[in-house]
């Protein structure tokens, strides 16, 4: 009933999974321990019709950038994709919708926006080649590099995405980029209130929210992380999580399923363990941790559950239970079909000319489209009903895996609209789940007046995760979402997600955090993992091989500057 490790990880999800990857590869005896009967966390497949699978959640990869596909070498543990996307697309001037395409160049898609200014299809371009050599840098600065010391004084133009940002963009970069929320530097370089608000809509659904004031550079960044290589893994998202639990595997983790984790044991200050609860598969076994205890679930359960009131004082459990969870969840619809939608107008030619889109976006004509919903959802903390209020966002990736759908099927996956978590919808926390049928009629009455043949003779089935839905099935979707918390400035870098907790490490020597809520939540992929790994080896917990490589914005306690490198 007792085993030893040097590091005992909490939660298999693509978190922890990645985080066993990087210390067994190190040389680390590492155990991770799983409530459910699989791996993968939201990256799941689910079989809800005979032959067809769908993605519950995660359905597009957002980590093109990271430092883990190289690292981990994910390509020899099973890793393809089914397409990669790249910058471009098209906006359907009749209909009142946006296309993204695989295969545009940047002249092809500015023409698409010639239509509506002549200042923004000349700018357009410009800005995209400048940022293009630079996004890689960009998004790890953004997004993978870990957090500097919550008290270091640095100068804004210390930070790394200003950094990064600056040597992208220069002349061309808005004077209050640094400052401002996405909708104001919008409104400073582009004419188009439809440019506006796709990348607005692009922003939200993607990360921060282009309404938050001073957090411009991390909504512009969300949507390069979905136009960076972004696309869909082959068979589904839960091959990415596979492949990196072969990786972990490969270099001697073990995994345990159906283990919950009923108590992380703390000796004189020092997490040294844990128990596994009565329902675990081996109940109420111990397993020891000889370096330490890393809790790959959100920091409210590690803290409030599975820590308890004895180990920490209790300022600190308030602060822990007072984190905003109104980052805003998703609905999401899987549509099964006989025939592809057959888009009419320009969004029909992209299909005719590529053979098919990446994502749609409708129906939006400028900002007010994106701001409707965004006062349903935040304000008013209630379901957006009808096409004024519910732009949507159509990702397709699993149209063009065909290892998802028998013959003669098709999967239109995933649909989306913003809703807020269910803790906080003005209606109770299972409003939604009682207005599916409503909601989801309103949504294939959206997407018909684009594709006139998605009529019920077409559709064969239609498949919903409501953000409750989505919080029951998976524990670690906190408010019913990936964002886990909100991107917004007193919830992001070293505020993220309370300042004492930015670097990873706890008021509990040797238990660390690699959950969506640390930094930098939301959807990208191995960025925990990979700055955790930046702490775990500055604390000499871990000595990676010649294969590891830090971000160069990283920072050490021990440098008492922020100054600029």
Known sequence: MDSRYDVVIVGGGHNGMTIAAYLAKSGLSVCVLESRLEIGGAQENIEPMPGVRIDPHA?????????GFEQLELHKYGFRMEYWNQYGMAIDTEHRALVSGNRWTYAEAAESIRVFSEKDAEMWPLQQAAIAPHTEDIL????????FPHDLDVDNADLPWVQAWTKAMGDLLPGNFFEASMVDVLDDIYESGTLKALAGLGAWYSGAAPTWEGMAPQAFGGTLLAAYGSGSPKGGMHTYAHAIARAAIAHGARVLVNCPVEEIIVENGRAAGVILADEAAAAGKTIWADKAVISAVDVQQTFLKMVGPRHTDPSFRQNISDISLKGGSLYVLHIVTRELPKW???????VDRFGYPGSALFPIDDWADVTRQMRETYSRKRTPTGAGNMPLAVLMPTVYDRTRAPEGMHVLSP?????????????????VNEQVDRITREILDIIREYAPNMTDDNIVATFVNTPEDSEFRNAGLVGGNWYATRHCTDQWWTKRPLPELSRYRTPIDKLYLCHQTSFPGGLCLMAVPYNLMHILIDDGLVEPGSWWYPSPYHMKDTEKTGAAR
């Open 140 to 147: 790890r600065a953004t997004f993978w590099t870990p957090p």
């Open 59 to 67: 359905s597009v990869l957002y980590a093109a950038a990271a430092p």
């Open 344 to 350: 009419g107008g320009q969004a029909g030619e992209v």
């Open 415 to 431: 649909i989306y609209i913003n809703l807020p978590p269910p803790e906080y919808h003005v209606e109770g926390p299972h409003a």
